[in-house]
Nanobody
Framework: QVQLVESGGGSVQTGGSVTLSCATS????????MGWFRQAEGKEREGIAA???????KYADSVKDRAAIYKDNAKNVLYLQMHSLKLEDSAFYYC??????????????????WGQGTQVTVSS
C-alpha cells in the first residue's frame, strides 16, 4: 500500500522559510519521480517542483530561485525547502509520486500517488 504523508506546514511570516517533508512507503522510492504541488484557495493546483530518480530537478517560475526539492533515499523522504516566502505562497502543499519513472514533470497527470497535503500560511 502506497502512502505519502506530508508534514512541516504552518504559519510563516513573509520573508521567512519553510521545509516540508513527505514520508513515503509502499514503493521503491529511489526509482520514482517525485513532485511538489500546491493549491491556493480558489485556484487550480500548481506543480512547483519535481525531481527524477537521477536527481534532476525542475521548478515553476513562481518558486524558481526560492525553492529546493531533494530526496533522502535512505529515509524514503522527499523534501521541499522554500525561502523568501511571499503572501502568494500560502496554499495547501502536496507531494506526489510516480514509481519506476525517469520523468521530471510539473504536470498533475504524470503522478500516480498523492499525499493529503499540508497547509502553509504566509502572513505579513
Amino acid at each position: 500500500q502506497v502512502q505519502l504523508v506530508e508534514s512541516g506546514g504552518g504559519s510563516v511570516q513573509t520573508g521567512g522559510s519553510v521545509t516540508l517533508s513527505c514520508a513515503t512507503s509502499g514503493y521503491t522510492f529511489d526509482r520514482a519521480s517525485m513532485g511538489w504541488f500546491r493549491q491556493a484557495e480558489g485556484k487550480e493546483r500548481e506543480g512547483i517542483a519535481a525531481v527524477d530518480r537521477a536527481g534532476h530537478t525542475k521548478y515553476a517560475d513562481s518558486v524558481k530561485d526560492r525553492a529546493a526539492i531533494y530526496k533522502d533515499n535512505a529515509k524514503n523522504v522527499l523534501y521541499l525547502q522554500m525561502h523568501s516566502l511571499k503572501l502568494e505562497d500560502s496554499a495547501f502543499y502536496y507531494c506526489a509520486a510516480k514509481p519506476e519513472s525517469f520523468l521530471t514533470s510539473l504536470r498533475e497527470s504524470t503522478y500516480t500517488y498523492w499525499g493529503q497535503g499540508t497547509q502553509v500560511t504566509v502572513s505579513s
